[in-house]
T-cell receptor, first 114, second 113 residues
Framework: AQTVTQSQPEMSVQEAETVTLSCTYDTSESDYYLFWYKQPPSRQMILVIRQEAYKQQNATENRFSVNFQKAAKSFSLKISDSQLGDAAMYFCAYGEEGAQKLVFGQGTRLTINP | DSGVTQTPKHLITATGQRVTLRCSPRSGDLSVYWYQQSLDQGLQFLIQYYNGEERAKGNILERFSAQQFPDLHSELNLSSLELGDSALYFC????????????FGSGTRLTVV
């Protein structure tokens, strides 16, 4: 079964600085999708960014970017110019091509220090 | 508002009871997924329906069941509740599958006392 591992239970960063959250996954598939979701204190799950495994170019959404290393099965999230509103739990997720479910990691709690 | 509606938002019930959680997917989405999130844990996949049919099953307990109706709304039934069933239950929807991610509802917080 596919597994997703987030090795950092908690991270903190100063406001306006950059932070990187780590994620590794295990799969034997070649076509799949990776996601980062944000869960603020409101508990709502919000899609932050998506990466297609067949694309070598790293996805970027405004201040959020990923470093996708397919051979290493690594998918890290970089948040630039951190803002107080970025404080949340961040979940990495994996889904196979055409998969019926996403597999989520255990999450990383990000704190932003003013 | 994500477009996925879950009711109720909060539910407190006693052990041994049965509850029903309801989910209306985002307009146009045919797939509904149910996930369980225990305190400060990741999301555990329970079950998926596509256009009324069960498509995938995760580690869903036999005491739990679900269905998707012709109008595409879905219900998750939890019976013989135990203290350990206390969790946040999320419904999510997508057009067909998870290739583009899901849209999540705001969850139902279930507390079993």
């Amino acid at each position: 079964a596919q597994t997703v591992t987030q090795s950092q239970p908690e991270m903190s960063v100063q406001e306006a600085e950059t932070v990187t959250l780590s994620c590794t996954y295990d799969t034997s598939e070649s076509d799949y999708y990776l996601f980062w979701y944000k869960q603020p204190p409101s508990r709502q799950m919000i899609l932050v960014i998506r990466q297609e495994a067949y694309k070598q170019q790293n996805a970027t959404e405004n201040r959020f970017s990923v470093n996708f290393q397919k051979a290493a099965k690594s998918f890290s999230l970089k948040i630039s110019d951190s803002q107080l509103g970025d404080a949340a739990m961040y979940f990495c997720a994996y889904g196979e091509e055409g998969a019926q479910k996403l597999v989520f990691g255990q999450g990383t709690r990000l704190t932003i220090n003013p | 508002d994500s477009g996925v509606t879950q009711t109720p938002k909060h539910l407190i019930t006693a052990t041994g009871q049965r509850v029903t959680l309801r989910c209306s997917p985002r307009s146009g989405d045919l797939s509904v997924y149910w996930y369980q999130q225990s305190l400060d844990q990741g999301l555990q996949f329970l079950i998926q329906y596509y256009n009324g049919e069960e498509r995938a099953k995760g580690n869903i307990l036999e005491r739990f069941s679900a269905q998707q109706f012709p109008d595409l709304h879905s219900e998750l039934n939890l019976s013989s509740l135990e203290l350990g069933d206390s969790a946040l239950y999320f419904c999510a929807s997508s057009v067909v599958n998870g290739n583009y991610g899901y849209t999540f509802g705001s969850g139902t917080r279930l507390t079993v006392v």
